[in-house]
């Protein structure tokens, strides 16, 4: 890197920004599109969840596919699709996704226990080709949370009309 003028380092830091927030700029439109409402990075919280929705005791964390180790399984560490684990330098890499993906699991345990649910969504997920689904399934899910917690045990169909209800209300605040 040391070879570049400066201008071509801040426009190269520039682009890396910008492809590292992409991710959870297409969820936050989607989730807002849909009437959701949330915080951002709220620093408070274990591992400052992307993004935080109160109302649905949820923190959403938006994860890169290489860094946090997607489809990685944590007692082999071989690549997966997601993630392919450099050869050079291969017990670095290992190391370090692996400390992340426990990093991961112990901030989502701590966030369980003081009540919140987690929802972590891949960047792979959010290609053009499935971002609608992912998002569908996202909302879907947020709004299955709400009702557990309020503990409205009503049949399926029933709950379904609910869910279009609450996106409805959602939207008046
Ligand atoms: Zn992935």
């Given at each position: 890197m040391d070879h570049l003028t400066p201008q071509q380092r801040h426009k190269n830091m520039a682009a890396i920004r910008n492809k590292n927030t992409k991710p959870e700029m297409i969820?936050?439109?989607?989730?807002?599109k849909r009437g959701?409402?949330?915080r951002l990075n709220h620093?408070?919280?274990p591992g400052h969840p992307d993004l935080v929705l109160r109302k649905y005791r949820t923190c959403i964390f938006i994860n890169g596919c290489f860094w946090h180790g997607h489809l990685v399984e944590s007692n082999t560490m071989?690549?997966?699709?997601c993630?392919?684990?450099?050869?050079t330098n291969h017990d670095f890499w290992v190391a370090k996704i692996r400390r992340n993906k426990d990093?991961?699991?112990?901030?989502?345990?701590k966030l369980a226990e003081m009540g919140w649910h987690c929802i972590t969504v891949w960047e792979c997920e959010l290609k053009s080709s499935k971002r609608?689904?992912?998002?569908?399934s996202i909302a879907f899910t947020l709004n299955h949370i709400y009702l557990q917690d309020?503990?409205?045990?009503r049949p399926y169909e029933q709950q379904e009309e609910e869910t279009g209800m609450l996106m409805a209300a959602e939207e008046l605040y």
């Open positions: 969820v936050r439109k989607g989730l807002w959701f409402r949330y620093k408070r919280l071989e690549s997966s699709v993630c392919k684990i450099p050869t990093r991961d699991k112990e901030e989502q345990r609608e689904d992912t998002l569908e309020h503990s409205l045990n």
